[in-house]
């Protein structure tokens, strides 16, 4: 069958998109989701069509196609492309199957990826994968043999030597060790490259962060270079199309906010089996607002991890910290980073905690490599901080990814401060997290919180607990407006 | 904010969309499936929001509106409009919490119907709506609550006097006992007010058939006045807007072909509870391609079925029959219309299963009523038929919908012959489905298979087997190719 082109000037950011009348669809017996293949001058393109109901928006005879199609084909508004059935792919019946609680193998977790990566599945399709493995859950195999098909349906880098990693869940705001660990580690002399990503529902994540400094969007073989020069990196993953299904997963996690436990633990795995790293340090934060919310979730997540990291051949450890409260003082790519240069610089009013922990997490990474016995990591660890050879090893990797001008601290600012005497009981992640976000984080990179107080600290009546920094008047009176119905502290 | 409006020219069939360039969007902190309140003149409407990665089709300070936007807000191109911030429905919660394992309330159903029904959901949130009942179940409770609220969120009509109804669970290539049984119950006196679907994977549907006698789409005045002249009307349910959330759960249920226990039962129980149903017989056929593919499963529906309808204060009877082949000889709108005709007619040649099949169910149905003992309706149901009342009623029917032009038989035409002598011993549903579908049916009225030898009958060496129609020479052919794999007869 040929249709006349339509050029609906929209880009759909990836996925195949064709748009039939429902006239011509309900003739050729074609649902919204089912997938066709276009044809022009030898160029083949496998679409997910879309149904218009208008005669407008698409007439009978034409087929509206997004901007990736016509490039793809090379065809032009007006053209005439030939159009033929094809089924769904195979994947579908997999992801079906594992609704209705089959196991999945290898091969078939591989022909999933390989269609999520490609952009072959629907939203819906996609939805029905994480359902599925929600609710009936992924055993280890899966998991293992889901991460691997993450692996292989991406790219896998190698960097020189034996290379190190670290990885902590999310939930609590300010937790920036990575930023601390990776210039101690490589001043050590290990290889620990480490890519990390945006913010998705916090206020920043150590790309953001780390992008107050230095350039964090490299290609691939600039961070190969970088990594040559300083046996480090702190860079965005997104360029080295790593594990490239994982991303798309996560984009239909996000609208109901869900994180199957086997996800979880495929993303992380897969991230540092794709940079091939030896020793990985996880750090699972336990608290009322991480993933680890009880003490039994926590112990099943450090079970889970290492059982799949020994079938993958790495060398895991995890640590279970305390998440039930904010590390750090500032809360915003600018103040998070100010943070760790403070730390960095021995600076004395530089956060405790941010410090305390990234000594310990980078003392366990040294001890890994076995070239430092249980208990002279730590030593280890802190003097090399404490002599500034960290800071010295931080500029080398600023300078090879790149300097940036550091942003301004957001000049619109507010202090929020106690109605009474007493100590700090609570401090609320993701009251403080949202406070941040509403204020403009992670997209303004000097808006955020800077904690003045931290938890069991003790506070007079009419003192500062914090201060809001927004980058405009409208974002810090929106911030307000939040603050006036739940600060996220508790005095007692 | 204020953003410039872009006339996107699309219409998305309901849901409502705008569309933000990802600048925008990123500065906004807004995502894609995000809920964004747009207000233009004291009118306002929540609009779904998609994010464009290109400047062409959406650039920055613009925002893109599909037609029902535009049309709610009374908007043009180029004009001004504002944004405001909104949370996502209440309703995600629920699912959420379902996701995981929470049972929900009449009131949480009651939200999650109600935006379903508004298009206030996007394809990703009903989609774990799905998966959510498919994998954690549905007790009766939730259904019986679920039912309601599908009611409760369209339209609900009342017709005079007890009203009689039934349904069969699909699956069966050729089951119309539906056009038989209304004419005869209706011919008995009793009201029975039939609203059926279109085929959404089988090669007819109830109104697909009845439409080559009668026009099925009327509007409810219409459809009220048929029934108040005749006492009966086999019409298409779309324009009456009952239970109009089930149509739009099935949209994102046929992507992968599921159809949770939970959702058929409530799918089935919204329909006839909106017609306020007080008689009900439920045919649930077993077979291996239907719904009830062993003894257990069907035991199982048809305790529930009667459990839930109990609960709505339906009396409910339900029988299970045999499901494993055809009934009937013609499978394709037309041919199936033939089949009821000839039975309506006496013809000595119509096919006995669908007439024996739709006596015991009118019988069963009068029964129901109280007005015949056990073991009468059958005999009266029998005089009805025999005495041509039921086709003279069936005429008064097509009148008062309205006569249609009978559609003509496929002109292209191939005999499917049998390559040995023998017994037929299987007949596939799902293959003569699909074969059908592929010469054309549904949309091709004309086009289908007449079996020429039923389960358990003798065939010699090149006796047909069946005849295929279609109305072009294309499908034709590809139904041919289709044949050469699987005949979908075995002959032993």
Chains 1, 2 share one sequence.
Not at 168 to 193: D, E, Q, Y
Not at 209 to 238: D, F
Not at 328 to 351: Q, W
Not at 463 to 470: D, P
Request: aromatic share 4%; net charge positive; glycine share 8%.
């Amino acid at each position: 069958m040929k249709f006349r082109v339509k050029d609906m000037d929209i880009a759909s950011g990836g996925i195949l998109i064709a748009i039939l009348n429902q006239k011509d669809a309900a003739k050729l017996d074609l649902h919204s989701g089912d997938r066709i293949l276009l044809r022009n001058d030898g160029s083949e393109a496998t679409c997910i069509l879309d149904i218009s109901e208008s005669d407008k928006a698409v007439p009978e005879g034409k087929i509206g196609l997004f901007e990736e199609v016509l490039d793809r084909l090379r065809l032009k508004n007006n053209s005439m492309v030939t159009l033929r059935f094809t089924g769904k792919p195979e994947s579908v019946v997999h992801i079906r199957d594992k609704l209705y609680g089959k196991r999945l193998a290898y091969q078939e977790l591989y022909h999933i990826m390989d269609d999520i990566t490609h952009d072959r599945l629907t939203d819906i399709e996609k939805t029905y994968f994480v359902s599925a493995g929600l609710v009936n859950g992924w055993n280890t195999d899966e998991v293992v043999d889901m991460t691997r098909a993450m692996v292989e349906t991406g790219k896998r880098v190698k960097f020189k030597g034996r290379t190190l990693d670290k990885h902590s869940i999310g939930g609590v705001p300010g937790n920036r060790t990575t930023m601390l660990i990776i210039p101690i580690v490589a001043a050590a002399g290990f290889t620990i490259a480490k890519t990390s990503s945006r913010a998705i529902t916090s206020p920043a994540g150590t790309a953001d962060t780390m992008e107050c400094l230095a350039n964090v969007e490299l290609p691939e073989k600039k961070i190969k270079q970088v990594v040559r020069k300083t046996k480090a990196c702190m860079v965005h993953g997104g360029a080295m199309n790593l594990a490239p299904a994982d991303d798309k997963i996560i984009e239909v996690e996000h609208p109901l906010s869900v994180d199957p436990e086997g996800q979880l633990l495929a993303s992380v795995m897969a991230k540092k089996y794709s940079v091939t790293a030896r020793h990985v340090l996880i750090d699972v934060p336990m608290g009322k607002s991480t993933k680890a919310n009880t003490w039994k979730k926590a112990k099943r997540l450090r079970k889970m991890f290492r059982l799949v990291g020994k079938k993958l051949g790495m060398d895991v450890r995890v640590i279970i910290t305390d998440g039930s409260h904010p590390i750090g003082n500032g809360i915003g790519p600018l103040l998070e980073a100010e943070d760790v240069m403070a730390v960095l610089r021995n600076d004395p009013l530089a956060s405790e905690d941010l410090r305390r922990k990234s000594l310990m997490m980078a003392g366990i990474l040294l001890e890994m490599t076995g070239k430092y016995k249980k208990g002279k990591g730590l030593a280890k660890a802190r003097e090399i901080l404490e002599s500034g050879k960290a800071l010295k090893k931080m500029e080398e990797i600023i300078r090879a990814q790149g300097r940036k001008k550091r942003p301004k601290l957001g000049v619109f600012c507010h202090h929020v401060c106690s109605g009474k005497i007493g100590r700090v009981s609570q401090i609320d992640n993701d009251v403080i997290a949202k406070i941040a976000r509403i204020a403009g984080a992670p997209a303004d990179k000097g808006a955020g919180l800077f904690l003045r107080k931290k938890i069991h600290e003790v506070v007079k009546k009419g003192e500062s607990l914090y201060t809001v920094y927004a980058e405009n008047k409208f974002k810090l009176d929106l911030a307000m407006e939040f603050i006036r119905k739940n600060t996220g502290y508790v005095v007692k």
